[in-house]
């Protein structure tokens, strides 16, 4: 099956995922995950992306991530891959494979669904039982985004900033967002977009998006072929 297109449009954020082969791990001590996390960070910059949120689990990674030019993230996963495994295979004396494949995005509509992807992201160590709270984990953005922590890897989403007057004001909004029980439609319109690199977002959004690109944006609804000039789509 032919790979699906990737969605390079700037300014719009995009929820990324990246699995271990075979969903191995990944990560095998903290030094792994600081080196990951630096080099994310320097790949973003490299690559004119700002990072909104992130969570690194022992065998896969999601970061919410906007592009400001039309190839930053597959520049950035790039980049960043090639540096991460070369790591990894010196550090461990291994070679091969690190990454199931190529990385995984979907759109994200930034006024309906970009604090839902941030909260989705963070609370990844609660739904597979690794902590209570997204709080008491070390490898995610929560830390910085709901407590204040420095974390010189993200940049605050618009929509973040709108919590809140100031620091104090969005911390207490964005903290209030894990207090709502989870929405397991929500759950399942983020992974299947996610998972079929398809839009998460509005039927508006999907639309603007749909006579962007030429492409498939919602699931099991191909865009239409163009047809040749003088030949009518009507039948």
């Known amino acids: 099956m032919a790979r699906k297109p990737r969605f390079n449009l700037p300014g719009i954020p995009q929820h990324v995922i990246q699995r271990g082969n075979n969903r191995a791990p990944c ?18 910059e490299k690559t004119d ?11 896969h990674v999601h970061l919410l991530v906007t ?3 039309a ?3 597959s520049d950035m996963m790039q980049s960043l891959g090639r540096r991460y495994v ?14 199931e494949g190529r990385y995984r995005a979907s759109l994200v509509d930034s006024e309906r669904y970009v604090l839902v992807c941030y909260r989705y992201i963070e609370l990844n ?18 830390r910085a985004t709901a407590l204040g922590a420095l974390d010189g890897v993200i940049t605050a989403h618009d929509a973040y900033l709108c919590l809140g007057e100031n620091d104090e004001a ?20 983020i992974r299947s977009a996610l998972n079929q690199e398809l839009v998460l977002g509005s039927e508006r959004f999907k639309d603007e998006i749909d006579l962007m690109v030429s ?7 191909p865009g239409r072929p163009k047809l040749p000039d003088g030949l009518s789509g009507e039948y």
């Open 27 to 44: 990560f095998f001590t903290d030094t792994d995950y600081r080196f990951y996390l630096d080099h994310l960070r320097r790949a973003s």
């Open 49 to 59: 992306c700002m990072i909104h949120a992130y969570v690194l689990m022992t065998n």
């Open 67 to 69: 592009p400001a030019r």
């Open 71 to 73: 190839l930053g993230v």
């Open 86 to 99: 070369r790591y990894i295979n010196q550090t461990y004396e291994r070679t091969g494979t690190l990454w």
């Open 125 to 142: 160590p609660v739904r597979a039982g690794m902590t209570q709270s997204a709080g008491e984990y070390h490898w995610s953005s929560h």
């Open 170 to 189: 969005r911390q207490r909004a964005y903290q209030a967002l894990f207090d709502h029980q989870r929405n397991n439609r929500e759950l399942d319109e």
């Open 215 to 221: 492409r498939q944006v919602r699931p099991g609804i």
